[in-house]
């Protein structure tokens, strides 16, 4: 009994993995759609272009999540010096993840500099 149990867990984790690889990469493909199909025209195989959409996501999940963090320490009651070091370090953070999403690219092939 506790086998069958075991195998329907797994079952539910590995939808949900495979929920959100297909989550992830919708996100990436609407990102590389507003770029202007960056991404998909310049890779090289199918997998590569899957991939690089899949990495498109995740970095967008990670800026989502990183610029709602530092927001919501902001507040209109905080001095001045605070909010100007707040909107660094959302500046900071951003600059941080397109650096990071660019030398993936890179190494992937799909920027050529």
Request: hydrophobic share 55%; with cysteine; glycine share 8%.
């Amino acid at each position: 009994m506790n086998s069958n149990n075991d195998a329907i867990k797994s079952k539910s984790n590995l939808r949900k993995i495979s929920f959100a690889v297909i989550v992830l990469v919708v996100a990436g493909f609407l990102l590389d759609l507003f770029n202007g199909f960056y991404v998909l025209s310049r890779s090289k195989s199918i997998y590569t272009a899957l991939f690089s959409l899949l990495i498109l996501g995740i970095f967008y999940l990670i800026g989502e999540a990183g610029s709602e963090w530092i927001c919501g320490k902001d507040s209109v009651e905080h001095p001045l010096y605070k909010r100007v070091f707040l909107l660094l370090a959302l500046l900071l953070f951003a600059g941080l993840v397109m650096t990071a999403l660019w030398f993936v690219l890179k190494y992937l092939g799909l920027i050529r500099i």
